[in-house]
T-cell receptor, first 113, second 114 residues
Framework: GENVEQHPSTLSVQEGDSAVIKCTYSDSASNYFPWYKQELGKRPQLIIDIRSNVGEKKDQRIAVTLNKTAKHFSLHITETQPEDSAVYFCAANSGGGADGLTFGKGTHLIIQP | GAGVSQSPRYKVAKRGQDVALRCDPISGHVSLFWYQQALGQGPEFLTYFQNEAQLDKSGLPSDRFFAERPEGSVSTLKIQRTQQEDSAVYLC????????????FGNGTRLTVT
């Protein structure tokens, strides 16, 4: 089955700086890669996703890049703000038409004022 | 519009008790998923329904776990003879179509087994 590795587990950046979170996946058949943001005690919320037919996608301060050859994808947040503090999860679908997402273990992003 | 609704929000059970967790997906969503999230970890896949059909239950950790969605809408996750290792947040998610589409999560049920 799919295996998703995520790092770092904790990331502390100064407000206004950029943050980068990286993930790798194992199943070359995976073709859908979402990122979720989860605040303490709340539900995971989709912030951006990318499919394997594109290499990069951007939405305001958030961007995701995908390298299919190396089987890794990254989340980039620019001009970080206090409200960006949360746990971020990457995920990959299991490929082969399967429907479940496999999640990474999460990155706790801390924005220092 | 209404999102995915889960109840109860919190559940405390004594070891050995049975529990039932409910999920109301977004109206019209075909796909429904259950995930288990341990403290400080990412969600782990339990089972998947397409309408009323349970197409994948490979993530259910033991035969004490059972899920159903008899009319293709509301789903119930049942855990029999709860154990301490079952303590976790149980998340339900739905999506409007099968496969490769964004999941909308509920707030989860936090289960504590004492």
């Amino acid at each position: 089955g799919e295996n998703v590795e995520q790092h770092p587990s904790t990331l502390s950046v100064q407000e206004g700086d950029s943050a980068v979170i990286k993930c790798t996946y194992s199943d070359s058949a995976s073709n859908y890669f979402p990122w979720y943001k989860q605040e303490l005690g709340k539900r995971p919320q989709l912030i951006i996703d990318i499919r394997s037919n594109v290499g990069e996608k951007k939405d305001q301060r958030i961007a995701v890049t995908l390298n299919k050859t190396a089987k890794h994808f990254s989340l980039h947040i620019t001009e970080t703000q206090p409200e960006d503090s949360a746990v971020y999860f990457c995920a990959a679908n299991s490929g082969g038409g399967a429907d479940g997402l496999t999640f990474g273990k999460g990155t706790h992003l801390i924005i220092q004022p | 519009g209404a999102g995915v609704s889960q109840s109860p929000r919190y559940k405390v059970a004594k070891r050995g008790q049975d529990v039932a967790l409910r999920c109301d997906p977004i109206s019209g969503h075909v796909s429904l998923f259950w995930y288990q999230q341990a403290l400080g970890q990412g969600p782990e896949f339990l089972t998947y329904f397409q309408n009323e059909a349970q197409l994948d239950k490979s993530g259910l950790p033991s035969d004490r776990f059972f899920a159903e969605r008899p009319e293709g809408s509301v789903s119930t996750l049942k855990i029999q003879r709860t154990q301490q290792e079952d303590s976790a947040v149980y998340l339900c998610a739905s999506s409007p179509q099968r496969g490769n589409s964004p999941l909308h999560f509920g707030n989860g049920t936090r289960l504590t087994v004492t």
